[in-house]
């Protein structure tokens, strides 16, 4: 049987966070963020592509899934930035290309506003990066509000479960190609909605938190 080898971590705000990274340092970086529901091996097709053409690539999971672990009482999304930030010190990646997917994205654009430094560029797949508005706000009010409960269902008994088959199976078929290892699993501890009670994967984050930029 084929030993696993041993990844990093890297330690932030009350979080343990587990990575990976492949190819030669001294490459260009590209980092991938992932949404809710992912974990590092949600890239197990990213990565090989850029690895063969030269790069360096890093994923990682956020905390408090999968392998990341975290005390619940630091599960925020305004810790996001930071985690990032965190790994690329200690990997010492002074300027990397970040694709960030959903969730991904309320890590990778407040690093794009406040240290644009660190970015050589930013790709958005699927997430407001963090932007709140109204009509944001008011539509996960209603997704929260026990009422609703079609909506409910979906954010509660979906969200706070395991991910479906076919994602299990798409991080499984990552681990047996070597990218991740063999024993990934999604926690059932979630990122922390403030204000209704209710645990989930979720791009809200605290109040004193929003992010906001003008047209980039």
Request: with cysteine; charged share 20%.
């Amino acid at each position: 049987m084929r030993e696993e080898e041993p990844h990093p971590r890297v330690e932030h705000a009350g979080a343990n966070r587990y990575y990976e990274t492949h190819g030669d340092p001294r490459s260009s970086a590209v980092v991938f963020a992932h949404g809710a529901g992912g974990n590092a091996a949600s890239w197990w097709q990213e990565v090989p592509f850029f690895l063969d053409r030269g790069f360096r690539v890093v994923a990682f999971g956020h905390r408090g899934i999968a392998r990341s672990a975290c005390a619940e009482a630091e599960l925020f999304v305004a810790h996001l930035p930071g985690d990032l930030l965190a790994l690329l010190d200690a990997e010492e990646i002074e300027r990397t290309a970040l694709v960030c997917q959903s969730m991904g994205g309320w890590a990778g654009l407040p690093i794009a506003i406040a240290h644009p430094e660190r970015l050589r560029c930013l790709v958005l797949c699927g997430t407001p990066g963090g932007l709140w508005t109204d009509v944001v706000h008011d539509s996960f009010v209603k997704v929260a509000d026990p009422r609703n409960e079609p909506l409910r269902a979906y954010s509660c008994k979906h969200l706070l479960t395991n991910p479906p088959a076919s994602q299990r199976k798409c991080a499984r078929a990552a681990t047996s190609e070597g990218i991740g290892t063999r024993r990934e699993r999604t926690s059932r501890r979630n990122l922390r909605l403030p204000g209704n009670g209710y645990l989930g994967h979720s791009l809200l984050g605290e109040c004193s938190g929003k992010w906001n930029c003008g047209p980039l």
